[in-house]
């Protein structure tokens, strides 16, 4: 393969047409100050600025391709690497830095300091631009980092006209392309989590701290003596959350933050500013699983939580939903919360139904958790709300088109799987056998789609709820029992000697299988579907032996054996030894379950197990004697 080879004139050329570019200054009709929205918008179409745009763009591009940190000595792309380093890094370098502090005094277009930010945030990974750009820091935190935390005109509307959206753009932040936020918090980040001092010596993390404090104390901004505003106060406390990890493992800022949380951020669930209590409750949950030592600061953040949980705007709804389940890990928090119980589930319920979102999911499965023996007389109700969620979320996504953002789709997959999850946890709870025999009904269409080729994306999930209802079953039901030929065709595939039969008569589901691939789609999945045979295999009385698979008359036996015959076959092509032990596994639930049928398994067994001893496989030939060992055990302990 031939290597493309940068030209060094070429480079040359380029760069210094780039330089001159992002130096040239424009003038006051495109430079002043304006806070005229119109105005705003008419400069960023201007060509000049989208030049200095295209070329911030191109550079950026540029080194990540091109200008590695410590490139190898056999790195196609070296001799790049080194004429950019020597010739143009620092003079862009100084560019960049220029753009980002006239940002204080004129106008500069928000995706012209998106690039420059880019730019100087990638210096930092380079030692001889670090040790230039290291005196600029102090002033790049405070006077750039933290004002591009504000929130935006385009937050503001979101949250009045689509407030689903100002979420969702939140939580996908570092997703969200050219977009400051995502940068500037990157740059906090490094910066605030690594040894970077202040020229006082003094660590960034506590100088920001020191700063956050006093801004939220006095309403001052203790470098200017200038009074803030409330979109400081939201970007202070929005940074202190995305720093939580480095904050913690400090001692002297993990001491305080009770103290912190008590006096600024608590009292903002009351604020009269619905972006203070979303960030309240936002900030609190990051903070959830904090050791206090004063318990009333958990109850009254509990009540002030439960109050938002009620709230007249969604996005505080949602926020205060999430920190609630975060602060669940509170010994005390219990005991405040079980007299309010279904009204939380009810929220929770109507959240979700409102919004794709596995955080809210998530959060609802951890108050089942916690309130396993407490869940009883709502779980009907809540897993038909799921189940409803789950199904209106595969709609949505066998509507979906190229023009739908791949984010979305994400979320909406991960918030319908962690619906599954928790009907799951649910089933889990040792619910009464009425109870459970309603939710059969609510759950088998989604068990049946989960294991279609067309539901495989959560197979996993479906399996986790059948192994559930069987586990909790004192008899399995006729509609339970109805996917265990399913799982196995499965794992073996259906019989080619049956598969031309006719079956018109079946429904639309039966005629489905049988669109699918003749051999087995989803033997991937045998780890998960083995705890679904053991149960079937407990409690299949005579079902195993005298139920018959209506899609080809076979004994649900047979069909078993068919699947044991697969993992075999599997094993000799992957020699892995966990295929071999699912077999003993099923074998050694056969002789345990089904005594008086033992004439008919034990041929069976030494069937199986004469036939793969012939195979030179050490694990396997063990694998295969312990179960004829257990078999020998077994027979001379029971007749």
Same mark, same amino acid.
């Given at each position: 393969?031939?290597?493309?080879?940068?030209?060094?004139?070429?480079?040359?050329?380029?760069?210094?047409?780039?330089?001159?570019?992002?130096?040239?200054?424009?003038? +006051?009709? /495109? !430079? %002043?100050?304006? &806070?005229?929205?119109?105005?705003?918008? =008419?400069?960023?179409?201007? *060509?000049?600025?989208?030049?200095?745009?295209?070329?911030?763009?191109?550079?950026?591009?540029?080194?990540?391709?091109?200008?590695?940190?410590?490139?190898?000595?056999?790195?196609?792309?070296?001799?790049?690497?080194?004429?950019?380093?020597?010739?143009?890094?620092? +003079?862009? /370098? !100084? %560019?960049?830095? &220029?753009?980002?502090?006239?940002?204080? =005094?004129?106008?500069?277009? *928000?995706?012209?300091?998106?690039?420059?930010?880019?730019?100087?945030?990638?210096?930092?990974?380079?030692?001889?631009?670090?040790?230039?750009?290291?005196?600029?820091?102090?002033?790049?935190?405070?006077?750039?980092?933290?004002?591009?935390?504000?929130?935006?005109?385009?937050?503001?509307?979101?949250?009045?006209?689509?407030?689903?959206?100002?979420?969702?753009?939140?939580?996908?932040?570092?997703?969200?392309?050219?977009?400051?936020?995502?940068?500037?918090?990157?740059?906090?980040?490094?910066?605030?989590?690594?040894?970077?001092?202040?020229?006082?010596?003094?660590?960034?993390?506590?100088?920001?701290?020191?700063?956050?404090?006093?801004?939220?104390?006095?309403?001052?901004?203790?470098?200017?003596?200038?009074?803030?505003?409330?979109?400081?106060?939201?970007?202070?406390?929005?940074?202190?959350?995305?720093?939580?990890?480095?904050?913690?493992?400090?001692?002297?800022?993990?001491?305080?933050?009770?103290?912190?949380?008590?006096?600024?951020?608590?009292?903002?669930?009351?604020?009269?500013?619905?972006?203070?209590?979303?960030?309240?409750?936002?900030?609190?949950?990051?903070?959830?699983?904090?050791?206090?030592?004063?318990?009333?600061?958990?109850?009254?953040?509990?009540?002030?939580?439960?109050?938002?949980?009620?709230?007249?705007?969604?996005?505080?709804?949602?926020?205060?939903?999430?920190?609630?389940?975060?602060?669940?890990?509170?010994?005390?928090?219990?005991?405040?919360?079980?007299?309010?119980?279904?009204?939380?589930?009810?929220?929770?319920?109507?959240?979700?139904?409102?919004?794709?979102?596995?955080?809210?999911?998530?959060?609802?499965?951890?108050?089942?958790?916690?309130?396993?023996?407490?869940?009883?007389?709502?779980?009907?109700?809540?897993?038909?709300?799921?189940?409803?969620?789950?199904?209106?979320?595969?709609?949505?996504?066998?509507?979906?088109?190229?023009?739908?953002?791949?984010?979305?789709?994400?979320?909406?997959?991960?918030?319908?799987?962690?619906?599954?999850?928790?009907?799951?946890?649910?089933?889990?709870?040792?619910?009464?056998?009425?109870?459970?025999?309603?939710?059969?009904?609510?759950?088998?269409?989604?068990?049946?789609?989960?294991?279609?080729?067309?539901?495989?994306?959560?197979?996993?999930?479906?399996?986790?709820?059948?192994?559930?209802?069987?586990?909790?079953?004192?008899?399995?039901?006729?509609?339970?029992?109805?996917?265990?030929?399913?799982?196995?065709?499965?794992?073996?595939?259906?019989?080619?000697?049956?598969?031309?039969?006719?079956?018109?008569?079946?429904?639309?589901?039966?005629?489905?299988?049988?669109?699918?691939?003749?051999?087995?789609?989803?033997?991937?999945?045998?780890?998960?579907?083995?705890?679904?045979?053991?149960?079937?295999?407990?409690?299949?009385?005579?079902?195993?032996?005298?139920?018959?698979?209506?899609?080809?008359?076979?004994?649900?036996?047979?069909?078993?054996?068919?699947?044991?015959?697969?993992?075999?076959?599997?094993?000799?092509?992957?020699?892995?030894?966990?295929?071999?032990?699912?077999?003993?596994?099923?074998?050694?639930?056969?002789?345990?379950?089904?005594?008086?049928?033992?004439?008919?398994?034990?041929?069976?067994?030494?069937?199986?197990?004469?036939?793969?001893?012939?195979?030179?496989?050490?694990?396997?030939?063990?694998?295969?004697?312990?179960?004829?060992?257990?078999?020998?055990?077994?027979?001379?302990?029971?007749?």
């Amino acid at each position: 393969m031939t290597k493309y080879v940068l030209d060094a004139k070429v480079v040359e050329t380029w760069m210094s047409f780039f330089k001159f570019i992002i130096d040239k200054s424009l003038g +006051p009709e /495109l !430079e %002043s100050v304006t &806070q005229d929205q119109n105005e705003i918008n =008419q400069r960023a179409k201007s *060509v000049f600025w989208l030049n200095k745009k295209a070329c911030g763009k191109i550079l950026v591009h540029f080194m990540r391709i091109y200008v590695k940190p410590k490139p190898l000595p056999t790195d196609q792309y070296l001799g790049v690497t080194q004429l950019f380093l020597q010739n143009y890094a620092i +003079p862009f /370098l !100084e %560019s960049f830095v &220029q753009i980002l502090f006239k940002k204080k =005094q004129e106008y500069v277009p *928000v995706k012209v300091i998106y690039f420059a930010m880019k730019y100087v945030y990638r210096a930092l990974s380079f030692p001889d631009l670090e040790k230039l750009l290291s005196v600029h820091l102090e002033t790049l935190l405070f006077d750039l980092l933290i004002p591009s935390m504000f929130l935006t005109v385009e937050d503001n509307d979101n949250w009045s006209t689509n407030p689903i959206e100002f979420i969702r753009k939140e939580a996908d932040l570092l997703e969200r392309p050219n977009n400051l936020q995502s940068v500037a918090k990157d740059y906090l980040v490094t910066i605030c989590s690594s040894t970077y001092c202040a020229p006082d010596g003094e660590l960034f993390l506590i100088k920001f701290m020191k700063y956050a404090a006093h801004v939220l104390t006095h309403g001052v901004d203790p470098r200017t003596n200038v009074q803030t505003d409330l979109i400081m106060k939201e970007a202070l406390m929005h940074i202190i959350g995305n720093l939580k990890e480095y904050i913690l493992e400090n001692e002297y800022l993990r001491q305080n933050m009770e103290f912190l949380l008590d006096q600024y951020v608590i009292p903002e669930c009351k604020n009269q500013v619905g972006f203070l209590r979303y960030r309240a409750c936002w900030l609190f949950g990051r903070y959830g699983g904090l050791n206090y030592h004063n318990s009333q600061i958990v109850k009254n953040a509990v009540e002030n939580l439960y109050n938002c949980l009620q709230d007249s705007e969604f996005p505080v709804r949602v926020n205060a939903g999430i920190a609630m389940y975060r602060i669940l890990r509170q010994p005390e928090v219990k005991d405040y919360l079980k007299p309010v119980l279904a009204k939380i589930l009810e929220t929770y319920l109507s959240l979700i139904d409102q919004m794709d979102s596995d955080e809210l999911v998530q959060s609802l499965e951890g108050f089942i958790s916690q309130f396993e023996d407490d869940i009883h007389p709502y779980a009907v109700a809540i897993i038909e709300n799921l189940a409803r969620t789950f199904e209106k979320a595969q709609t949505q996504e066998q509507n979906d088109d190229a023009s739908d953002a791949e984010g979305e789709e994400d979320e909406r997959t991960f918030a319908a799987d962690e619906c599954l999850s928790a009907i799951a946890r649910i089933i889990k709870c040792n619910l009464a056998k009425e109870t459970l025999a309603h939710i059969e009904n609510i759950v088998a269409p989604i068990i049946q789609y989960t294991l279609s080729e067309q539901g495989m994306d959560y197979i996993i999930s479906g399996l986790n709820i059948l192994i559930g209802i069987l586990y909790h079953s004192e008899v399995i039901s006729e509609k339970m029992w109805s996917f265990f030929p399913e799982l196995n065709y499965i794992i073996a595939g259906k019989p080619e000697e049956l598969i031309q039969n006719n079956f018109s008569h079946f429904s639309e589901e039966k005629k489905a299988l049988m669109r699918q691939q003749a051999t087995g789609w989803g033997y991937e999945f045998v780890d998960n579907i083995i705890p679904a045979f053991q149960n079937y295999i407990q409690k299949g009385r005579h079902v195993l032996f005298a139920a018959r698979d209506n899609y080809f008359n076979l004994t649900y036996i047979e069909v078993l054996f068919r699947s044991i015959d697969r993992i075999f076959e599997i094993f000799h092509n992957s020699k892995v030894s966990t295929e071999a032990v699912f077999v003993s596994l099923l074998f050694i639930c056969l002789l345990e379950n089904f005594p008086q049928q033992i004439n008919e398994i034990i041929p069976h067994i030494l069937d199986k197990v004469i036939a793969n001893l012939q195979y030179n496989d050490r694990d396997l030939k063990k694998i295969l004697m312990e179960t004829v060992s257990y078999l020998k055990r077994y027979i001379f302990n029971n007749y």
